[in-house]
């Protein structure tokens, strides 16, 4: 017998024991914070990157495994080949091109659609029962491609989406008013970016409505001018660009966030795409954010929200600005 072999005595194989598994697919700055936040939240059992670049690859793998001694119990690997990522429950996409200056959304989006043909049919192809989870930008109109190309049910393909927004507005409202940003409670809906739409109608502190406290909150009316956090919110992406070159912290916490939610099937609500046909009067087969009660077969349920005619106004607003991406592409 080997060391190994003498090692330990294998009296209890269970052979019914389930393995969660995640594959993210494109390890770049994005991809890279995904897989460091979901192994120090003891998500999932394996998880597997699967990238196109050999050598950033394995050193960002060699990395993350080095610092296994200090986190639970998680299979690390990574390859160029999508066999790796056979049967995982989750597959988080992140390849993609990110906006560079002057790049207009439509540019970005016609780039990451020739990627999302050559990965996604393979991802789906060695896990056909996975939920997709699609972080690449403009992610709203790439979730739609992603449940289109992939032919999954529109319950399994979710995109991070306002899910990283609705945390930027926490932590800016919680800065304003001096508290932690877990005791702000409220959406950002709609599109990850610039068209995201703030439900300003429903966001409290610790229960008590804004609203009662300013009835003209988040309007052209409002003398404390609350409408600038929004703004804010929607320039903070811009801004850390800007100052290093991408984002990625915030959205590995939030795409590990939801993952949490769906593997552990917690029932918690999250602010993410899907398929938004039939509510608040949209027409257009679209996705965008909405808080949904996320499972491990992916979004539950979405929650009816009270939205005031502005707040209507304005999801219906990027409902057609989703169509109107979504009409540039040829399947
Ligand atoms: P990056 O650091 O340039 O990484 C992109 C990675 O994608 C690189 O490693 C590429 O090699 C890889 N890639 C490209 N094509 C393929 C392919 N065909 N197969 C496999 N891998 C491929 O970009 P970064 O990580 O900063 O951003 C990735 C994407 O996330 C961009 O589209 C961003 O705009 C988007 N973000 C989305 C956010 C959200 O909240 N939804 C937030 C931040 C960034």
Redesign the pocket.
């Known amino acids: 017998r080997t060391t190994q072999e003498k090692l330990r005595e294998h009296l209890f194989i269970d052979k019914k024991k389930s393995i969660s598994k995640i594959t993210i ?9 995904c897989a460091y936040s979901i192994m120090q939240q003891d998500i999932c059992q394996e998880l597997v990157s ?4 050999q050598d ?1 690859l394995k050193g960002e793998m060699m990395d993350l495994q080095h610092g296994l001694r200090f986190v639970e119990e998680t299979s690390i690997r990574a390859s ?1 080949d999508y066999a790796f990522s056979a049967n995982s429950n989750l597959c988080i996409v ?6 560079k200056e002057g790049q207009s959304r439509r540019d ?1 989006l016609l780039r ?1 659609f ?2 999302f043909k ?2 996604i049919p393979k991802l789906v192809k060695h896990s056909p029962n996975t939920v997709l989870l ?6 709203e109109v ?1 979730t739609y491609v992603a449940w289109k190309i992939s032919g999954l049910p529109a319950d399994r393909v979710i ?7 609705t945390a930027r507005l926490h932590f800016f409202i919680g800065e304003k008013l001096n508290i932690p940003p877990n005791s702000v409670h409220g959406w950002i809906i709609g599109e ?2 610039d068209s995201s739409v703030p439900v300003w109608s429903g966001v409290n502190i610790d229960g008590v409505m804004l609203k009662d406290l300013n009835p003209q909150i988040g309007t052209g009316a409002d003398r404390e001018n609350w409408n600038e956090i929004h703004k804010k919110v929607i320039m903070s ?1 811009y801004e850390v660009i800007k100052l290093k070159g ?3 912290w ?2 590995g916490l ?2 590990a966030n939801i993952s949490k939610a769906l593997l552990g099937n917690m029932a918690t609500v999250q602010a993410v795409s899907t398929i938004a046909k039939g509510f608040y009067g949209i027409k257009e087969e679209v996705f965008l954010s909405l808080p949904c009660v996320l499972g491990p077969h992916g979004v539950k349920s979405v929650v009816s929200q009270q939205l005031d005619e502005n707040e209507v106004n304005q999801i219906q607003g990027c409902a057609r600005i989703m169509q109107e991406l979504q009409q540039s592409l040829v399947f």
């Open positions: 697919a494109g390890v770049g700055q994005v991809g890279t914070a699967i990238g196109r670049r950033s160029t992140t390849a993609g091109e990110r906006q970005l990451n020739e990627i050559d990965i699609v972080v690449s930008n403009p992610v790439l995109g991070s989406g306002t899910n990283l927004d990850h970016g992406a991408y984002t990625s915030a959205v939030s795409v």
